[in-house]
T-cell receptor, first 112, second 113 residues
Framework: GQQLNQSPQSMFIQEGEDVSMNCTSS?????WLWYKQEPGEGPVLLIA?????ELTSNGRLTAQFGITRKDSFLNISASIPSDVGIYFC????????????FGTGTRLKVLA | DTEVTQTPKHLVMGMTNKKSLKCEQH?????MYWYKQKAKKPPELMFV???????INESVPSRFSPECPNSSLLNLHLHALQPEDSALYLC????????????FGPGTRLTVL
């Protein structure tokens, strides 16, 4: 199936550092979701974005809906060991069609 | 109750077996989904149920048969699977067909021998 380009593919960072990752597409999207998935578990919804330019925070996480509607960004500030996991973006082209296209994932490892 | 539950957590089956995966949510959500996720890959949509009716089948082989007995339950019946069907099977739900936020269960890790 179709996938969104997500970068970086993986990151190794020190505890306390800030993290940035992004998701890009050649197509316009109406909705962006960001999920975190830990080993053996299902994805957990972190942030939902609905409007171009929208900036939304959830604790130490901040996500932005790109102005062009073709990209989205996720930042994690002051990372902690429990931030470890795979972060997926998911984009929906047409609202209410149930179908999300998932990004390839960013694997984050935090070194204490 | 704000979660999606799935049983079993792990399942090992032979290629001639028949088994079922179960998903349940009590959030009053009216859209439910099955996804398949291979290792180190993103989830891939298989089926969507909207108000207990199948609305999307992403060209899934007939050896996978979904069922939605009521608004809280979603089953995935498995028969004559192949080893390449081994994966994490995820169930998700959303409030209604127009809601954009999908909430996932923990998944069933399926191994086909």
């Amino acid at each position: 199936g179709q996938q969104l380009n997500q970068s970086p593919q993986s990151m190794f960072i020190q505890e306390g550092e800030d993290v940035s990752m992004n998701c890009t597409s050649s197509s316009i999207f109406n909705t962006w979701l960001w999920y975190k998935q830990e080993p053996g578990e299902g994805p957990v919804l972190l942030i939902a974005l609905y409007k171009a330019g929208e900036l939304t925070s959830n604790g130490r996480l901040t996500a932005q809906f790109g102005i062009t509607r073709k990209d989205s960004f996720l930042n994690i500030s002051a990372s902690i060991p429990s931030d470890v996991g795979i972060y997926f973006c998911a984009g929906q082209r047409t609202s209410g069609t149930y179908k999300y296209i998932f990004g390839t994932g960013t694997r984050l490892k935090v070194l204490a | 109750d704000t979660e999606v539950t799935q049983t079993p957590k792990h399942l090992v089956m032979g290629m001639t077996n028949k088994k079922s995966l179960k998903c349940e949510q009590h959030m009053g959500h009216r859209a439910m989904y099955w996804y398949k996720q291979k290792a180190k890959k993103p989830p891939e949509l298989m089926f969507v149920y909207s108000y207990e009716k199948l609305s999307i089948n992403e060209s899934v082989p007939s050896r996978f048969s979904p069922e939605c007995p009521n608004s809280s339950l979603l089953n995935l019946h498995l028969h004559a699977l192949q080893p390449e069907d081994s994966a994490l099977y995820l169930c998700a739900s959303s409030q209604d067909p127009t809601s954009d936020e999908q909430f996932f269960g923990p998944g069933t890790r399926l191994t086909v021998l």
